[in-house]
């Protein structure tokens, strides 16, 4: 079936640094990746969507400047939480849609940022 | 717009007994509906989705769910549940288009008790 990874699966930074996650879809080609955020005990949050060889569209009141996305291939998506802040803290997860167009979003296993 | 209500935050059973989440949904148009599951600190699992046909539709681990478009439902059941079942649960709306972006409810913790 089809597999996303995330690596990594955890990560502590300091204040004021920044962090980079990725996202692999490991045996389909992903036109579309998505980025969510998780806070604790409260539903998945879309912060934006990715398409292979262009600008990410950011929902509303997601900082573009300050979570930034590179989707560089088919594969492969990035988020870079730059200048990061103890509020930045939370479970990041991704997932990817298939060339094929199905409607199924395949998802990673998250990666948990906590910032000091 | 389109939004999803699951009812219950938290649902606790005991083993082996049948169980229902609840799931609504609002939208002006078609959508395509899921289920999710969720095992603490894992990425979300696709337990079922309906995108046409018949509307009872069944999933993995014996898991089944019912869209009723008159009700804007889409209840997620399953008939006996194991301890292996305790997770978090997510309904999901997506009204396709180009970008196919999901709409996810809160979440029902589904808490199943020996």
């Known amino acids: 079936g089809a597999v996303v990874s995330q690596h990594p699966s955890r990560v502590i930074c300091k204040s004021g640094t920044s962090v980079k996650i990725e996202c692999r879809s490991l045996?389909?080609?992903?036109?579309?990746m998505f980025w969510y955020r998780q806070f604790p005990k409260k539903s998945l949050m879309l912060m934006a969507t990715?398409?292979?060889?262009?600008?990410?569209?950011?929902e509303q009141g997601v900082e573009k400047d300050k979570f930034l996305i590179n989707h560089a291939s088919l594969t492969l998506s990035t988020l870079t939480v730059t200048s990061a802040h103890p509020e930045d803290s939370s479970f990041y997860i991704c997932?990817?849609?298939?060339?094929?167009?199905?409607?199924?979003?395949?998802f990673g296993p998250g990666t948990r940022l906590t910032v000091t | 717009a389109q939004s999803v209500t699951q009812l219950d935050s938290q649902v606790p059973v005991f083993e082996e007994a049948p169980v229902e989440l609840r799931c609504n949904y609002s939208?002006?148009?078609?959508?395509?509906l899921f289920w999710y599951v969720q095992y603490p600190n894992q990425g979300l699992q696709l337990l079922l989705k309906?995108?046409?046909?018949?509307?009872l539709v069944k999933g993995i681990n014996g898991f089944e769910a019912e869209f009723n478009k008159s009700q804007t439902s889409f209840h997620l059941r399953k008939p006996s549940v194991h301890i292996s079942d305790t997770a978090e649960y997510f309904c999901?709306?997506?009204?396709?288009?180009?970008?196919?972006?999901?709409?996810f409810g809160k979440g029902t913790l589904l808490t199943v008790n020996p």
């Open positions: 990715s398409n292979e060889g262009s600008k990410a569209t950011y």
């Open positions: 045996d389909f080609q992903a036109t579309t």
């Open positions: 997932s990817a849609r298939d060339f094929q167009g199905s409607y199924e979003q395949y």
């Open positions: 309906y995108l046409s046909g018949s509307t």
């Open positions: 939208s002006s148009v078609s959508v395509y």
């Open positions: 999901a709306v997506d009204r396709g288009g180009s970008n196919y972006k999901l709409t």
